[in-house]
Nanobody
């Protein structure tokens, strides 16, 4: 499966962005999906994850209450709505798919497919 992340850009502190991750090659319908981010010079870290139905979601503590993950299986797309953005949210954001399980995970090693990343820059 190929994942294409989009929606990044430059936004001021307190602003909002919605990232999209569109899949091709196979349906995402039964796959858990996740979002990770990597700031310059740092490791890639967990942001959010969602199970196949959307009923189960997980968030990193740093984004809880500000970000919301969702999916539209009919459109083969996963979203990350990011509100009240802060400069520390600046990073390249990656979407990922777990081909073996519909249980969302915080661990990047559990994911098999990765998108190319989309850059989010939050200015102070």
């Amino acid at each position: 499966v190929q994942l294409q992340a989009s929606g990044g850009g430059l936004v001021q502190t307190g602003g909002s962005l919605r990232l999209s991750c569109a899949a091709s090659g196979r349906t995402l319908g039964r796959l858990a999906m996740g979002w990770f981010r990597q700031a310059p010079g740092k490791e890639r870290t967990f942001v959010s994850a969602i199970n196949w139905s959307g009923a189960t979601t997980y968030y990193a503590d740093s984004v809880k209450g500000r970000f919301a993950i969702s999916r539209d299986n009919a459109k083969n797309t996963v979203y990350l709505q990011m509100n009240n953005l802060k400069p520390e949210d600046t990073a390249v954001y990656y979407c990922a798919a777990d081909r073996q399980s519909d249980i969302p995970s915080r661990f990047r090693d559990m994911y098999d497919y990765w998108g190319q990343g989309t850059l989010v820059t939050v200015s102070s």
